[in-house]
């Protein structure tokens, strides 16, 4: 039965009253025409904070890392036409990642729709293919409803982001407020248990197995799996190798860790997956970031995959052993019957590999190293801090050198790769996780790309620590050009502002760093510090990131891995 709660509301005030009902505390936005009355509900709703943004991609990107930060969807608001397309980069951003989001946009009335009408975008045709799904809401009686909706298939599976977009008489009509009693959504069904978990077969295969190794991914996180993750490798004696999504989910300073695997992986993960006799994917989709050339990714290997999404697969690798389910309970259910294993000669020849190529940097005494800044930055952290990143090199001498430790405190841009990501990513993770300290590493070409969000820093009040890895490259790309372009550096140079001057100018301490001899000191000092500050460190310009599988090589052919 359908109990009406209140008298009727408009639909703004439906919004509002929906959003308290899945329990949000927090919105990033910004305003505009389309989603005035929206706006005008929000005013009076107290329950609900709202973070100003300076461009809606910054919001899309904070409720991305705030979702990332505390496990809840994150939510944006956008007005119609440019708001709703500068969420779409957002968005795909979080697709991408399986992050749940729920973005609501604003549309021109319904009488408008489809005449080109003022800052009219057909943002649910936009993002047809980046959104787990969408919904244009055309009667005010099915908005909660929807909404509900929008929320369980956001959070729920494989999440996503979902995008509902609000005709503005839509917001302004009136029904009454009626929260749906159940889910009915027969066409979406999500995988629990573990479909095709066969005990006594994983008991074998692993029994039997000389040289595990797991290959952890986002998905463990998502599913809270953590825990039973490190019972799994603790009891079978299984090394833990990680992607970019899945760091944190298993102690990165254990010693079954194995950090991140793939184009900058380590070169004992590459080693270790590449001769290893079963792989145990958890949560993780085979990326070609993480296999290299498909032929010659784990050749001696079986393979057991688990993942919530029946997609996944056999997508891009054979799997001999499927299991479709959350990684959690999967786990839950293999545990007990797994017997307690040993592969001393297996660990000792990881060990071998990890004293023969240990990840390492040559030092200097007169110019700041990128690596240097990332492992102070680690030294530095406890297990409670969360670093956001920024894509680039900096993103992966921080996948390299920073030691996660639990989940959900690393956030990093990983399937779309993008530039602009952290600084918004760590305003979403503060706002959510405020007793939390929070970095920001950011490459000074990709900070350039949301600069502007220094303001939403400041105008909320918010202890975000920004390092600049200032080299004064899109480095990156320059690293490609110099090691597949014969050093042509076709526009990777790139200046800056004064960003000292620049966190001034948004009433942010700024502080340049440019003696090796003072890195640490500087992190401490801005440790120690109550609010934001920005640390620009002039770093060695041309260092590069290794070891690096070029790109479809082989995981073995590893540059610079130490041979
Ligand atoms: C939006 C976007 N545009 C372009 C790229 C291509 N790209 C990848 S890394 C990179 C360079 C990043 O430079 P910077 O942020 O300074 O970091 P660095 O590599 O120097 O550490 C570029 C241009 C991208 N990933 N995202």
Not at 60 to 71: I, L, S, V
Not at 142 to 166: K, N
Not at 403 to 428: D, E, N, Q, W
Not at 513 to 519: K, L, N, R, T
Request: charged fraction near 20%.
């Amino acid at each position: 039965m359908q109990v009406a709660k209140s008298d009727p509301l408009t639909g703004a005030q439906i919004v509002m009253r929906a959003l308290e009902e899945e329990g949000v505390d927090t919105v990033f936005g910004f305003p505009g025409g389309a989603v005035l009355f929206l706006y005008d509900a929000l005013y009076a709703c107290s329950s609900i904070r709202h973070i100003l943004v300076r461009h809606e991609q910054g919001a899309a990107h904070a409720a991305d890392a705030y979702a990332r930060a505390t496990g809840k969807p994150g939510v944006c608001f956008a007005t119609s036409g440019p708001g709703a397309t500068n969420l779409v980069t957002g968005i795909t951003n979080a697709y991408m990642d399986s992050v749940p989001m729920v973005a609501f946009t604003g549309q021109v009335s319904l009488d408008l729709l489809g005449r080109d009408s003022f800052q009219e975008a057909d943002i649910t045709g936009i993002t047809l293919p980046v959104t787990k799904h969408n919904f244009l809401v055309k009667d005010v009686g099915d908005l909660a409803r929807i909404i509900h909706e929008a929320f369980h298939i956001a959070s729920t599976g494989r999440p996503g982001p979902v995008l509902v977009d609000l005709p503005k008489d839509v917001t302004a009509a009136k029904a009454d407020f009626v929260w749906p009693p159940k889910m009915q959504l027969p066409g979406y069904r999500v995988p629990k248990n573990g479909h095709g978990v066969n005990v006594p077969q994983w008991v074998e295969v692993l029994s039997r197995s000389e040289r595990p190794v797991i290959y952890a991914g986002g998905g463990v996180i998502t599913s809270g799996a953590s825990s039973e993750l490190l019972k799994l490798a603790e009891k079978c004696q299984i090394p833990v190798t990680t992607t970019l999504m899945g760091k944190g989910c298993f102690p990165e300073d254990h010693f079954l860790s194995l950090g991140m695997l793939g184009m900058h992986g380590t070169a004992y993960a590459n080693y270790a997956v590449t001769n290893c006799d079963l792989l145990i994917a958890l949560g993780a989709r085979f990326d070609d970031r993480v296999t290299g050339s498909i032929a010659s990714f784990a050749p001696q290997a079986q393979v057991i995959h688990v993942d919530i999404d029946p997609a996944e697969i056999g997508k891009n690798v054979l799997v001999q052993i499927p299991v479709v389910g959350d990684v959690r309970q999967v786990l839950a259910t293999v545990l007990p019957a797994l017997p307690e294993l040993k592969h001393e000669a297996w660990l000792a020849q990881v060990e071998e590999w990890k004293k023969q190529y240990p990840l390492r940097y040559e030092r200097s005494d007169t110019q700041i190293k990128p690596q240097q800044v990332i492992e102070s930055i680690s030294n530095l952290a406890d297990d409670q801090t969360i670093v956001c990143t920024d894509v680039g090199q900096h993103q992966m001498w921080a996948a390299q050198y920073y030691r996660a430790r639990r989940p959900r405190t690393f956030i990093s841009s990983g399937g779309l790769g993008t530039m602009g990501f952290g600084l918004p990513a760590g305003i979403g993770a503060q706002v959510g996780r405020p007793e939390a300290n929070v970095w920001v590493i950011a490459g000074d070409g990709s900070l350039q790309m949301t600069v502007q969000e220094l303001a939403t820093i400041t105008q909320h009040d918010l202890p975000v620590k920004i390092a600049i890895i200032d080299n004064g490259y899109l480095g990156m790309v320059r690293q490609w050009q110099e090691l597949f372009c014969e050093g042509r550096y076709s526009h990777t140079r790139i200046t800056g502002p004064d960003y000292v001057k620049l966190a001034e100018a948004y009433g942010i301490p700024g502080y340049r760093i440019e003696d090796p001899g003072q890195v640490r000191e500087a992190l401490e000092q801005a440790k120690a510090m109550e609010g934001p500050v920005i640390l620009d460190f002039v770093v060695c310009c041309e260092e590069n990131v290794f070891p690096m599988v070029p790109p479809g090589g082989s995981l073995t052919e590893m540059l610079g891995n130490g041979r």
